[in-house]
């Protein structure tokens, strides 16, 4: 079992940036590659980025490719996802999630076994 707590979420202006963070509980946290997806109102979650256990292998949305950075401290049971540049169409309910084994496949809602509750990323025009 692993619980999962999203944190870092607010109210930013186009252009701004936030951090993201996610705190896993139990001690096979490397154990899981992790991912971050986001759901807009009225529409589907969506993949954003993921990260391997613990080579740093990663993956984003075309979206958000060369704006976000996904990263992980396995000492620390924590995923990150710092955004930048961020847009009014970025905003959304962001959730991590974690997948056991390998990264691939990561960009799959159905990959995940543990999601965490979201965090409300708001980006302002």
């Known amino acids: 079992q692993v619980q999962l707590v999203e944190s870092g979420g607010g109210l930013v202006q186009a252009g701004g940036s936030l951090r993201l963070s996610c705190a896993a509980s139990?001690?096979?946290?490397?154990?899981?590659?992790m991912g971050w997806f986001r759901q807009a109102p009225g529409k589907e979650r969506d993949f954003v980025a993921a990260?391997?256990?613990?080579?740093?292998?990663?993956y984003y949305a075309d979206s958000v490719k060369g704006r976000f950075t996904i990263s992980r401290d396995n000492a620390k049971n924590t995923v990150f996802l710092q955004m930048n540049s961020l847009k009014p169409e970025d905003t959304a309910v962001y959730y991590c999630?974690?997948?056991?084994?390998?990264?691939?496949?990561?960009?799959?809602?159905?990959?995940?076994?543990?999601w965490g509750q979201g965090t409300q990323v708001t980006v302002s025009s």
């Open positions: 999630a974690a997948k056991p084994g390998a990264v691939w496949g990561a960009n799959y809602n159905r990959s995940y076994d543990y």
């Open positions: 990260i391997s256990r613990s080579l740093g292998i990663t």
């Open positions: 139990g001690r096979t946290f490397s154990s899981y590659a």
